[in-house]
């Protein structure tokens, strides 16, 4: 079946500096692949996605690529802050008998100290 | 605000009972999933639901049930409570089931302590 490896937390950065998540991946076919936030108190919301090999996805300066031969989708940002402290999960949605199945990483804490 | 509502937000209640856990998802989407977060499992899938139907099932255990009503609501019933079934409770809704590139909303979440 689909899976996703991430890299355990807590990751602790100090304010401006160069942030990467690793994730991989198993999955038949090709799959689409997310990464998720999740703020303290809160639900997870996307915060980027791509859907086909080498597609890089983007949002508020973080970016992933999606590496089918390594099938990797690392998360990295160049500059944390304070206000990125959250946790991060790796997904994918494949669709194993035509109906969307959305596997998620175990998620990485990340904290940013000032 | 995803336009995902869950309630209630927190429970507490001792081992053996039985509780409901609603969700009414985003306006529009006709699916509904049911996750379980808990910090040594991470985010576990437990069902799915379309348009009233179940349409996919991950690791929910015989003692939980769901369903979705006809205005699209759902309820996730988890009986003879455990210790080990503390955890919080997402909900998450999407338009359709098919498309692989689909986001997911997720609700807030209800926390649910067993004493």
């Known amino acids: 079946g689909n899976s996703v490896t991430q890299m355990e937390g807590p990751v602790t950065l100090s304010e401006e500096a160069f942030l990467t998540i690793n994730c991989t991946y198993t999955a038949t076919g090709y799959p689409s692949l997310f990464w998720y936030v999740q703020y303290p108190g809160e639900g997870l919301q996307l915060l980027l996605k791509a859907t086909k090999a080498d597609d890089k996805g983007s949002n508020k300066g973080f970016e992933a690529t999606y590496r089918k031969e390594t099938t990797s989708f690392h998360l990295e940002k160049g500059s944390v802050q304070v206000s990125d402290s959250a946790v991060y999960f790796c997904a994918l949605s494949g669709s194993p008998g035509g109906y969307q199945k959305v596997t998620f990483g175990i998620g990485t804490k990340l904290q940013v100290i000032p | 605000d995803s336009g995902v509502t869950q309630t209630p937000k927190h429970l507490i209640t001792a081992t053996g009972q039985r509780v409901t856990l609603r969700c009414s998802p985003r306006?529009?989407?006709?699916?509904v999933y049911w996750y379980q977060q808990s910090l040594d499992q991470g985010l576990q899938f437990l069902i799915q639901?379309?348009?009233?139907?179940?349409?996919a099932k991950g690791n929910i255990l015989e003692r939980f049930s769901a369903q979705q009503f006809p205005d699209l609501h759902s309820e996730l019933n988890l009986s003879s409570l455990e210790l080990g079934d503390s955890a919080l409770y997402f909900c998450a809704s999407s338009v359709a089931p098919q498309t692989t590139n689909e986001k997911l909303f997720f609700g807030s979440g209800t926390q649910l302590s067993v004493l």
């Open positions: 306006s529009g989407d006709l699916s």
């Open positions: 639901y379309y348009n009233g139907e179940e349409r």
